[in-house]
């Protein structure tokens, strides 16, 4: 079985500050691994895939095999990065099924 | 390109009844996902169709739940009869490959309140 973890709900940080979001997962083989992002009153979108490894609106993400950990990363948050971000794991062979953690609610406060 | 629609927006039901969700994938996107999100929860996936055919419905509750996608092309979801687990944001999705090259596309959602 296939699970994805995100352990906080909610995370708070200033402006310029730096922004974690942690994700960890649980498969027994080859995952491939996104993040996914929902602004306010928006569809639900693709963040970044951690195979092309690029970097998006200062976004990245680094996956971790001995760790089952595919944190986001960011040095200085912006007001506009508030969101809800989830992360999701492809299996190999999973059809193209993706299995989605509980999302993290981000706040950028001035 | 236009995006993936879905109607209704939003849908109250009382429970025992029916209800029925349309989604239009982006044009020539040939796989289709129906996806559950309650509320604080990540969505689920219900079905996935390539073309007008299922991949993968394992966790389609069928006692109430079923889709289809005749044609290939549009889909709908019908739950018969509801029940107040229900409740629940549907996601529609396409893609027109692999999702690890192109990933999803979602629609806005349809979001039922069984009451």
């Known amino acids: 079985a296939q699970r994805v973890t995100q352990p906080e709900k909610l995370l708070s940080v200033f402006k310029g500050a730096p922004v974690e979001l942690k994700c960890n997962y649980s498969y027994s083989g080859s995952p491939e691994l996104f993040w996914y992002v929902q602004y306010s009153r928006q569809r639900l979108q693709l963040l970044l895939r951690?195979?092309s490894r690029e970097s998006i609106k200062g976004f990245t993400a680094d996956l971790n095999k001995g760790e089952t950990s595919f944190h986001l990363k960011k040095p200085f948050a912006q007001e506009e990065d508030s969101a809800m971000y989830y992360c999701?794991?492809?299996?190999?062979?999973?059809?193209?099924?993706?299995?989605f953690g509980t999302g993290t609610q981000l706040k950028v406060e001035l | 390109e236009a995006g993936v629609a879905q109607s209704p927006r939003y849908k109250i039901i009382e429970k025992r009844q029916s209800v029925a969700f349309w989604c239009n994938p982006i044009?020539?996107?040939?796989?289709l996902y129906w996806y559950q999100q309650i509320l604080g929860q990540g969505p689920k996936l219900l079905i996935q169709f390539q073309n007008n055919g299922v991949v993968d419905d394992s966790q389609l509750p069928k006692d109430r739940f079923s889709a289809e996608r005749l044609k290939g092309v549009d889909s709908t979801l019908k739950i018969q009869p509801a029940k107040l687990e229900d409740s629940a944001v549907y996601l529609c999705?396409?893609?027109?490959?692999?999702?690890?090259?192109?990933?999803?596309?979602f629609g806005s959602g349809t979001r039922l309140t069984v009451v």
């Open positions: 999705a396409s893609s027109s490959g692999p999702v690890i090259d192109y990933g999803y596309t």
């Open positions: 951690h195979i």
């Open positions: 044009s020539g996107h040939a796989t």
């Open positions: 999701a794991l492809q299996g190999a062979g999973g059809g193209n099924k993706l299995t």
